[in-house]
Every structure is written in C-alpha cells, then in structure tokens.
C-alpha cells in the first residue's frame, strides 16, 4: 500500500504522486479554482464613454427643466442660461447613429459630395440623389443614394446597359450605438455601379459644384481635378444632365501651366463659369468653357487649400503650405502682379541671418498684406460660415483647427479654438453642418469628432474606422427644413475602409 499524503493522489501507470486540483473536502470553494482547466475570461461587456453616459443623463434633466422652466433653461451652475433646442442638439451630437456602407472601399477617401440632380431619362424628368466620390488611387464613382426613410431605386435602364446590368447594393451596418441590440433602420441606401466613370492617373483632389443649386438652378456639371502625376494636373467635367453621366477633360490654356499639380479647386458662387485651382505655383483663375486660365496669385509656397468669398465675388481667399491665409482680388490683371514681401511669425527668439530670412516670403497679386492670416503649420482644409461670411474656420496639419473674424485680422487671435483634432501630414477635410452649429473632422487616430462652434466643446469622439476618415460632407441640397431638426442628418464620412453615413 502507498503512504496517503495529504493533497496528492498516486498515478499507478505513472508510479508519480500529482497534486490534487479542485475543492478539498471540508475547504471553502476557491474562485480562482473551480475547475481542473482554467477558463477564458469572458469578454467584458461594452461600456459606454463616460461623455455618452453623462449626456444620457443631461438629456432627461435637460426635459425636466423645459417642462418647469420653458425653452429657456438654466445650466448646473445656474447662472447662465440656454436654449432648450441648442441643448438637446448638443446631446444628439454627443450620441449619433452611424453606418458603414460594405463594397464602398478604396473609393470616397479622397474627395465626397452628395448633390439631388433633375435626370431626363427614358420615363422624363427624374429627381436623383447621387454621392459623387473620389479615391486616391484615381477612381470616380457615382453612387445612387436614396432619400431619407426611403428604399435606393437603381440606375435607370439606359445606364444599366451601360454598366452591362451590373451593380451591387451596398450592405448597411451598424456601427454606432454598438451596444444597441435592436439596431435601427438605415436612413440612407446605396447602390454602386459596377465600374468607375473616371480612372486617372493620380488622386482625385476636388470635386465641386459648377454654378449654384437651388430652385431655379438644379445641378447639370461638376469640376472634377485630379493632383497629377509628375506634376499634371488634370480638370475634368462631369455632366449629370442625363444618364449615362458622361466624364469630359477640359485642357488648360493660356499662362496656366499644364506640368503643375493641383491641390484644390472651388467654383465662383455668383453664378459664373469661373474656377479658382490651386496649384504648386499659386492660384490661378479658370473659364470652365474655354478653358482659358490666368494666375491672379503668384507664389513660392503651394496653395493647398481656396475658396471664393461667400458675398464678394472677386475675392479668393488662399491657404498657403506655409501657413498663411491671403484675400486676393482677382481682378488685377496677370502681367501686372503686384509684387509683396510677406512677415511671418517668427518660431524662434534666434536673430541669425537664416532666421531672418525665413521671416519673410514672396507673394505676388492683389492682396493686403496687413490682412494675412497665420495658421501654425500647412492649411489642410478652410471654409467660411455662410450666416456670418466674415468668420473664417482653417485646420493646418499640425492638428490645430481654428475661427477667425476677419474684421479682426490684425489682432491675429482666433475668437474659437477646437482641442483634440489629431493631425500630423495628413490632408483632412472638416465639415460644417448645414445649421453651422457643429463642426466634424476625422483624425490620423482614426477618431471622428463633433464640436459645438459656438463654444468649442468636444461633444463626441468615436473610432469608426481603422483608416483615416479624411473626408467629411453633408448633401449640397438646399431647402430642406426637415433636416434642419437633425445637426448631423445626411453627413458622410469617407476613409480607405468604407463610407459611413452619420444621422
């Protein structure tokens, strides 16, 4: 017989003792334990963000006291006060529905926009929603979208038989609320044609409306550009006036030189058939018919970022790589620019001869020198709110987001600063919803955030996506008081993985 020994059992193929594992009889049960195999531990359950869950709650106190109190409510200290409706907005920013759209990879990271076109097709006159998007890899695609709460219609028979019948519906998931076990219906529905309308040579670098949309002027063309390869940038029409949309290249002439690249691009808001390119030699004015073009802004760091000015048609406002943010007037004729030397803020307390020199730069065009701007590293993306057209918003690559008030340019301080935006090389386009409330951007940690433009706040951070989103925009419809109750109703997100849609 062998000796018993407490703890232990005797393996007789073995001839070995083995420690005994488990409960002794007459011992307290051991959590740690409880079986002869440990046991995976079991996945911890989502947790929402400590912002979500306080929002959550704010929302209900925020009801509480709209039923005592009125639409003017007080906040938790009590001494200052607010509108119900921009609270309860504030909340919803805080909490968005969000959808990733499958099939949609590889071709919305580079440029996004979304336009309600009047189509003549086999059955008349046809009101469409289309995403017009581009890739860096070069792709255009055109993808039909439905409209709110309703079901996709797929391409008309003359451009399925373009596609050879071919398309594919993309497939809706719920990516945000993730701990939502009932997900919600989509609000939006995507169908993708089979084959890209467009294939160029280098990234799509814009995409912009030609002329106005509203009423009485519905969207028929659109300027597309590409960023060129080995500095060839390309203009391209895209006629939406009937399917099959019909893509046409438009060469550059005049002094405008076909071997730059083109960075940007925005078409005249009065109406016109003139185009604003930036380029890596400046900025230069195009007739979208002719093709004619003339640089109204010479200049030796590249204009990354442009726009017209909302009231004053002849206005271009620049974003440089250097920083700067110039007014130019394009008026003035090419062969005459004026020449300016540009003082930048200087980075360092050094007076050396080649900090000095790097304290000023060259600029040639029409512009006020004392009304230059100066974001901290290079513009990545800039817009002007249309309520207020004299406040300015700019991000550079460095992660700062900014609003200016041009009215006081030379005091160089920004009335709105946007903390948290992550950013180092990387051109991110932000986006401004339709009330101009909210501001979006997307952020090299592959976040999405929402500020409130007002105050600044940081409402939401969420990772979408495991790619950068890059480029955000809401639809470029116009009239629609329904979506006015929605801050962020019809925002899209593009990234290499795929496209969202946030509602």
């Known amino acids: 017989m062998r000796p018993e020994l407490p703890g232990f059992y005797f393996d007789e193929e073995k001839k070995k003792y083995f420690a005994i594992k488990g409960p002794f009889p007459g011992s307290k049960p051991s959590s740690s334990s409880s079986s002869g195999t440990k046991q995976k531990p079991e996945p911890k359950p989502f947790e929402e963000p400590n912002y979500q869950k306080r929002n959550k709650l704010k929302a209900l106190k925020l009801l509480c006291s709209r039923e005592l109190s009125g639409s003017v409510i007080a906040l938790n200290n009590k001494k200052k006060k607010s509108n119900f409706k921009e609270e309860i907005e504030k909340t919803h920013a805080s909490n968005p529905l969000v959808w990733r759209y499958d099939s949609t990879d590889n071709i919305g990271d580079a440029a996004l926009k979304e ?153 005249s808001v009065s109406g016109s058939l003139a185009a604003a390119i930036g380029t890596n030699l400046g900025a230069a004015l195009v007739d979208l018919e002719t093709g004619a073009g003339s640089y109204f802004l010479r200049s030796e760091s590249d204009v990354l970022a442009l726009q017209f000015h909302q009231s004053k048609a002849n206005i271009v406002q620049c974003g440089l790589r250097n920083g700067a943010i110039v007014s130019v007037d394009t008026r003035e004729r090419p062969s005459r620019l004026t020449r300016h030397q540009i003082r930048s803020p200087s980075l360092s307390s050094r007076t050396s001869q080649t900090t000095r020199k790097k304290e000023w730069f060259k600029l040639r065009g029409n512009i006020n020198p004392s009304h230059v701007l100066h974001m901290p590293s290079s513009l990545t993306c800039m817009k002007t709110l249309k309520t207020y057209d004299q406040y300015l918003m700019a991000s550079s690559m460095d992660g700062t987001i900014k609003l200016y008030d041009q009215r006081m340019v030379k005091r160089g301080m920004a009335v709105q600063t946007y903390e948290g935006h992550v950013n180092s090389h990387t051109r991110i386009e932000f986006g401004i919803d339709p009330s101009e409330r909210f501001l979006m951007s997307g952020g090299e940690d592959c976040y999405t955030r929402i500020w409130s433009i007002k105050s600044g706040q940081l409402l939401s951070e969420n990772k979408l996506s495991n790619s950068v989103p890059s480029v955000v925009c809401w639809s470029a419809v116009e009239g629609q008081s329904e979506w006015n109750d929605s801050i962020v109703h019809g925002a899209w997100l593009g990234s290499r993985e795929a496209i969202f849609n946030m509602f």
């Open 115 to 267: 336009f309600e076109v009047d189509i003549q097709t086999s059955q008349g006159l046809t009101t469409k929603n289309i995403l017009v998007a581009g890739s860096n890899g070069g792709c255009l695609s055109i993808l039909r979208v439905s409209k709110p709460g309703k079901v996709v219609v797929p391409f008309d028979e003359s451009e399925t038989q373009a596609f050879n019948g071919e398309g594919t519906e993309c497939e809706p998931v719920c990516v945000l609320p993730r701990n939502n076990a009932e997900e919600a219906a989509p609000s939006r529905l995507i169908w993708r044609p089979a084959h890209s309308h467009l294939h160029a040579l280098s990234s799509i670098s814009s995409i912009q409306l030609i002329g106005r949309s509203d009423n009485s002027h519905q969207v028929k063309r659109t300027l597309i550009t590409t960023l060129g390869s080995s500095g060839r940038g390309s203009v391209f029409i895209l006629s939406l006036a009937e399917e099959p949309y019909i893509v046409t290249p438009r060469s550059l002439q005049g002094n405008v030189s076909s071997e730059c690249t083109i960075w940007t691009a925005d078409c």
